[in-house]
Every structure is written in C-alpha cells, then in structure tokens.
C-alpha cells in the first residue's frame, strides 16, 4: 500500500513537500513514481527515482523547480516542489514499480496511492 500525504494549498512561489509511505512489500526493491492529474486532464508523469535513490527522472515541467529522495529505512518517498505555478495544481498521485528502471509511462507502475491534492494559487 502506498499512502501520500502533504497536499495543500500555496500561491505561486510557494513550496510543498509531498511524502508517501510504503508498507506490504520491500521498499527498497522499488522504483517510485510521482504523477499528477488536473482537472479535465489525463494523468501526467512528473518525476521517477530509482531503488537505491541514485538516479532520478524529471518531467521538463518539473526539472529545476522539483526534487525527489527516499528514505528505504523509512520506506518514504519524498516530492519537494519549489516555485510553484498555478499549473501545478492536480491530485498527485506515487506510484511503485518493480522494475529496475525509472519509468514515466504509467503502464510500468503496478501500485497506487491515493492522491494528493495541490492549489496553487495566483
């Protein structure tokens, strides 16, 4: 099971972490995901990290303004998201994979969380 948390509201410029938690299956052997859904809109991939944490995988909407980590002892990922824009505002959703790559296509992630949702104001 995969739990995210740390959704909010923030205008433009703010900050947000987003954190999710794993629990059921050995965290370290996954791939996490992040992706996002706007309203009306169909879900977009947004960032990747590897098992160990060593090599990550941005969307250009998020490179630069978006990192991501995990925490295997704890079996937390974890989004921080910086400068936020009003298009930044969706439900975000982590995800798990059990390949050893960091995929952006949805179809590679076997495991859903909740969203999480993020408004950013202007």
């Known amino acids: 099971q995969l739990q995210a948390s740390g959704g909010g509201a923030v205008q433009a410029g703010g900050s947000l972490r987003l954190s999710c938690a794993a629990s059921?299956?050995?965290?370290?052997?996954?791939?996490l995901g992040w992706f996002r859904q706007a309203p009306g809109k169909e879900r977009e991939f947004v960032a990747a990290?590897?098992?160990?944490?060593?090599?990550?995988n941005f969307a250009d909407s998020a490179k630069g303004r978006f990192t991501l980590s995990r925490d295997n002892a704890k079996n937390t990922v974890y989004l921080q998201m910086n400068s936020l824009k009003p298009e930044d505002t969706a439900s975000y959703y982590c995800a798990a994979s059990p390949t050893g790559v960091i995929p952006s296509f949805q179809r590679y992630y076997d495991y859903w969380g909740q969203g999480t949702q993020v408004t950013v104001s202007s």
């Open positions: 059921g299956r050995t965290f370290s052997s996954l791939s």
């Open positions: 990290i590897s098992r160990s944490g060593g090599r990550t």
